[in-house]
């Protein structure tokens, strides 16, 4: 997961920030990874996205995409 993570982030360009969720799959993993996208001062405004990455089954990136863009002091309400 980390290996993912910093992949994720190198071609973001972006600070990684958490694994908020990870999921089996047959062919591999699923993982939900939220970066900081805009640091911003306070950190509270600082625009943050979720990208959904998809992993094979030894852990190697194959895909990914933002699902979500929200500041970082936002709570969601779904």
């Not at 990684?16 to 996208?37: F, H, I, M, Y």
Request: charged share 30%; hydrophobic share 35%; with cysteine.
């Amino acid at each position: 997961m980390r290996l993912a993570v910093e992949q994720l982030a190198e071609m973001l360009r972006c600070e990684p920030g958490s694994v908020s969720a990870l999921k089996a799959t047959d062919d591999g993993w699923t993982a939900d990874v939220e970066v900081v996208e805009v640091e911003r001062v306070p950190d509270t405004s600082s625009v943050m996205a979720s990208y959904r990455v998809h992993l094979d089954g030894q852990g190697q990136l194959m895909g990914y995409e933002r699902t979500r863009r929200y500041a970082r002091g936002q709570i969601d309400r779904r």
